[in-house]
């Protein structure tokens, strides 16, 4: 009998290897719900030829639900992918002519002096003002790049003993270090895969579609296309939320704050706190 040690094994985040089984068997009990026949038949040429048992039918369904929902997972990977890039290329679009210099002429002379401050002028103000700010900081991102210079030369210091000075390279490294440092977010990480898993799952619903043309009608679309909806949501939100002034900025203050809550305390705070 072979024992095997879990405390050496290293954690391999199994959960989210584990989370390919809903994809791969919401496909396999959709296509057999959907066509019985073809189902029944599989089985009963699984039982004949391979001398199978019903017991031995299960490991077989999780190992193909295991493998089918992997590649449901990288085919969400490339749907979020090609998703996030026609976002890309909208919003440089947007930027292109409604943050034009003849845009922001025409608005001026619209507005008229005084300006005027009806709703109308509000969003066409609003529109013009967020496709030419870009990514320019406002006064807010300014003080979050602020608290994260902070925290990364801290963190560089304790943890790796770079200081500031080699740190701050003759063509100013410090983008870098900001890029580097710090530790994944687990809510982000555990919304980012739930949010895949979700869009494997929707994608599932419509692969299912061609094997089971029964379950071509609007109800089992409809939930498709709602998990599809839902998967493609966390992506998108996490795109346009590192996009905006200052959002990107404040994922990596998350996360190398996450990283410093493991370092022991400095002697020299435990000094300054035993003499207040």
């Known amino acids: 009998m072979i024992n095997v040690d879990l405390s050496k094994v290293p954690s391999l985040k199994i959960t989210v290897y584990l989370l390919a089984l809903f994809p791969g068997l919401f496909l396999l009990v959709s ?39 992997h590649a449901l997972i990288l085919l969400s990977w490339w749907v979020e992918s090609i998703v996030i890039l026609g976002y890309r290329c909208l919003w440089k679009i947007y930027r292109k002519i409604v943050g034009s210099q003849r845009v922001y002429v025409w608005f001026s002379k619209f507005q008229g002096v005084p300006p005027r401050r009806n709703l109308l002028t509000r969003l066409l103000g609003k529109f013009i003002f967020t496709a030419r700010i870009g990514d320019h900081y406002l006064a807010d991102s300014r003080a979050v790049r602020a608290c994260l210079g902070v925290a990364t030369e801290t963190l560089l210091k304790r943890r790796y003993g770079i200081g500031s000075t080699q740190a701050n390279g003759p063509n100013g490294e410090w983008q870098v270090w900001y890029s580097v440092v710090g530790k994944p977010l687990k809510h982000l990480v555990a919304g980012m895969n739930a949010g895949r898993t ?79």
């Open 31 to 69: 296509i057999a719900l959907g066509n019985p026949k073809a189902a029944e038949s599989m089985v009963s040429g699984l039982e004949n030829n391979f001398s199978l048992k019903q017991r031995d039918l299960l490991p077989l369904l999780l190992g193909a639900g295991f493998a089918f929902g």
């Open 198 to 276: 979700t869009l494997a799952c929707g994608l599932a619903g419509f692969v299912a579609v061609a094997f089971a043309p029964r379950l071509n009608n609007r109800y089992f679309l409809t939930m498709s296309f709602v998990f599809t909806l839902g998967g493609l949501w966390t992506p998108l939100w996490y795109f346009i939320r590192t996009k905006s002034p200052g959002g990107l900025d404040w994922f990596r203050l998350r996360s190398v704050i996450e990283e410093l809550r493991e370092l022991p305390p400095n002697r020299g705070d435990e000094e300054d706190q035993n003499a207040a």
